[in-house]
């Protein structure tokens, strides 16, 4: 089953969502667009999973919707659904990109409200999935990583904001540590003060420097590490001006503590921290070495 391909469909879906609730014109037409995208990625993740022998996949949208039907062998519920619909929306975004003609916000919505009746129906129909369950989480390997993203986007769900924050926070601490053990298998972990009295004058200067060096090493790494990564400079401040402070403690678990105030975050802002912990864990999982 192409389940990676309807998980990334969802992914542009949402993307589209955010040109739309944007005023000018320029986002309504690729809204259109990237939403007609995410149906054609659907329908070729259908045609990959149910391949017709002797026949070759189309490149045509309309086409596409042809092939698929003529494999429901006269079964209604095997058809693609609204298929005029969809055929309107391909019309649409054929005259934003071919010809620069841009619909208005009321259409624009309504075009994406098809879109969306498509998936619920299509998801459970050729699938067995329900769309609106289906996150870019799913694409995060990492069982640890990806168990914290989806407690951070059922905060979201149920309005509960610091869940949001501190679970997207502990994703990426847990990501960031998962890629700096592998890079740090080799280092050594002898401690100096750990052959000393622990009252010993001389231990605790000792273990001062220690932690001294220890912190600026993880600092270090740290920042060589968003910086192999590519993340956006801008966007790592925002997360971390907006999340807790995490530490995880010897028993595994996390505990979160804030310096500031935040009774001032929003729901966009929670939003926001849990779609970079989720990019954030994509693009350490890029560098990840391929699991056999």
């Known amino acids: 089953m192409e ?24 986002h309504l037409g690729l809204a259109v667009s990237i939403a007609q995208d995410a149906v054609e990625l ?7 999973d149910r391949p ?17 039907d003529a494999t429901a062998n006269q079964d209604e519920n095997k058809y693609v659904p609204l298929r005029a619909k969809l055929i309107e929306l391909n019309k649409a975004r ?30 459970e129909r050729f699938f067995g999935v329900r769309f609106s369950d289906l996150s870019i989480t799913d694409l995060v390997t990492s069982t640890a990583v990806r168990e914290r993203l989806k407690l951070a986007e059922r905060g ?29 298998r080799r280092r050594s972990t002898f401690s100096l003060s750990s052959g000393l009295r622990f009252d010993d004058p001389a231990a605790r200067l000792v273990r001062d420097i220690e932690r001294y060096v220890d912190g600026t090493a993880s600092r270090s790494e740290r920042i060589s590490l968003m910086l192999a990564l590519a993340i ?24 979160w503590e804030r310096m500031q105030e935040a009774s ?14 989720t990019t954030f864990a994509l693009a350490v999982q890029s560098r990840m070495p391929a699991q056999k």
């Open 94 to 123: 054929v005259n934003f990109k071919h010809y620069g003609l841009i619909p208005d916000k009321t259409d624009a919505r309504r075009m994406l409200g098809y879109v969306q009746d498509f998936f619920e129906i299509a998801a």
């Open 156 to 184: 979201l769900l149920e309005e509960d904001l610091e869940m949001a924050f501190g679970h997207g926070a502990e994703a990426v601490d847990i990501a960031t540590g998962e890629l700096i053990m592998l890079l740090s």
């Open 42 to 48: 659907f329908l070729r993740a259908v045609m990959k």
């Open 52 to 68: 017709v022998a002797g026949q070759k996949i189309p490149d045509e949208f309309i086409k596409c919707m042809d092939y698929i």
């Open 3 to 26: 389940l990676h391909q309807v998980v990334l469909c969802r992914a542009l879906y949402v993307e589209a969502e955010t040109y739309l609730v944007r005023n000018d014109s320029v």
């Open 232 to 255: 956006n400079v801008n966007d790592l401040l925002r997360f971390e001006s907006i999340v807790p402070i995490v530490r995880r403690m010897a028993a595994g678990n996390f505990t």
């Open 264 to 277: 001032h975050l929003t729901g966009a802002d929670a939003a926001f921290a849990v779609n970079f912990a």
